[in-house]
Structure formats: C-alpha cells, structure tokens
C-alpha cells in the first residue's frame, strides 16, 4: 500500500533553517507529482509546492518563494522541502503528499511533521 | 490566486441527517475540485474528486455536485463515524487553495 513518511521536523529559532524528508512506498515514485502542504495551529490548510515526476518542473507559493525550495532523488524514492530564513508563522504540520497529476487532486497524504519556529 | 470561499464553518447535526457543506470559487475552476475528510490528529483524505466522483473506497452516502465557481458535498444520512472537518481544494491551477474547512460534530 501507499506510505509516505515525513521527517525533519522539529523546533528551529527564527531566521533558522529545516529540511524536511518524505519516504515513499508502495508505488512506483519516479512516476507522480509529488507535493507539500501545511497546516497552522488554526488548522487551515496551505498549499505549498509541487514537483513534478522527473524533478523538472518545481513550483512554490509565491508567498514562499526566495525561502522554500523543493527537490526530489527518484534513486531513493524521496521528497524534499529545504526550508530557510524561517519566520514564526511558518509553524505548522508539514504533509508530503502524491498527486494524481500537475493539476489534480491529491490522492495520498503522509501524517505529517511538525515544525515549530520560536526562539 | 483563485480564493476558495466555504461554508458554514461549523455544523452539528444528528445520525440519519442529510448534510451540506458549500465551496465558491473566486472565478471558475471546471470542476476542477476536491473535497477531503480530515479527523482529529490524522491526515486529510480523498473524498471526492472533479467535482463528483467518489474516490475509490468511500461511501455512496457521500456525493459532490455544481459547476463553475459554485460546489456542493453532501452526506445523506449522516453516521456517527462521519465527524471531522471537510476541505475543498481546487486545482485548476496554481496555487492549489484550501477552503477553510468545515467542522462537522455528530450530536
């Protein structure tokens, strides 16, 4: 079955910087999109960057750019999220997640990691 | 960015009701739409997708309909193991916006 498994996260001082790990199995990796969400203490949900099956093709939030940055190593079937420069309201969950193609639904999301931004 | 607007934030309902969670969309999205089930400490999960189809596993008491700017999930006779929050999502394009979510309590 589809298991994704996120890691990385954790309590950083503001400015700090994180890279967050996601493990997929159960499906062939090289094939699918592959995203970030979050999700803040409130609980809202934001979408965050995708990339696409080869690595090619990567897109962040606008209101992330500059900071995030996602990357892939289809060799070891993992997804990630370099993550600089952090501010206070990035705290949130971090889900990995697969996509059913570029402009699609998600299909399978991992349980998340927490990433607390406070000095 | 396309804005998901989506309603009510809460609910309370009883078993056997039906019930009804709205999403607009700040411009047309050609049911480029998902809805997800999220319970308390766990991950979202796939629900519905393009607007109407159920996503495979899920019940038939689940059913998503509309067009354009304007979507609707409906459960018609809520169950106990229904409770959660509910999310659209569109895709049309990027980025992927999130409704707010729809907290649904089983009284």
């Known amino acids: 079955q589809v298991q994704l498994v996120e890691s990385g996260g954790g309590l950083v001082k503001p400015g700090g910087s994180l890279r967050l790990s996601c493990v997929a199995s159960?499906?062939?990796?090289?094939?699918?999109?592959m995203s970030w969400i979050r999700q803040d203490p409130g609980e809202g949900l934001e979408w965050v960057s995708f990339i696409s099956a080869s690595g090619s093709t990567t897109y962040v939030a606008d209101s992330l750019k500059g900071r995030f940055t996602i990357s892939r190593d289809n060799a070891k079937n993992s997804v990630y999220l370099q993550m600089d420069s952090l501010r206070a309201d990035d705290t949130a969950v971090y889900f990995c997640?697969?996509?059913?193609?570029?402009?699609?639904?998600?299909?399978?999301w991992g349980r998340g990691t927490m990433v607390t931004v406070s000095s | 960015d396309i804005q998901m607007t989506q309603s009510p934030a809460s609910l309370s309902a009883s078993v056997g009701d039906r019930v009804t969670i709205t999403c607009r969309a700040s411009q047309g999205i050609s049911n480029s739409l998902a809805w997800y089930q999220q319970k308390p400490g766990k991950a979202p999960e796939l629900l519905l997708y393009d607007a109407s189809r159920l996503d495979s596993g899920v019940p038939s008491r689940f059913s998503g309909s509309g067009s354009g700017t304007d979507y609707t999930l409906t459960i018609t006779s809520l169950q106990p193991e229904d409770f959660g929050t509910y999310f659209c999502?569109?895709?049309?394009?990027?980025?992927?916006?999130f409704g707010q979510g729809t907290k649904v309590e089983v009284k």
């Open positions: 999502q569109h895709y049309y394009s990027t980025p992927k916006t």
């Open positions: 159960g499906f062939t990796f090289s094939n699918y999109y």
């Open positions: 997640a697969r996509d059913a193609g570029p402009y699609s639904r998600i299909e399978y």
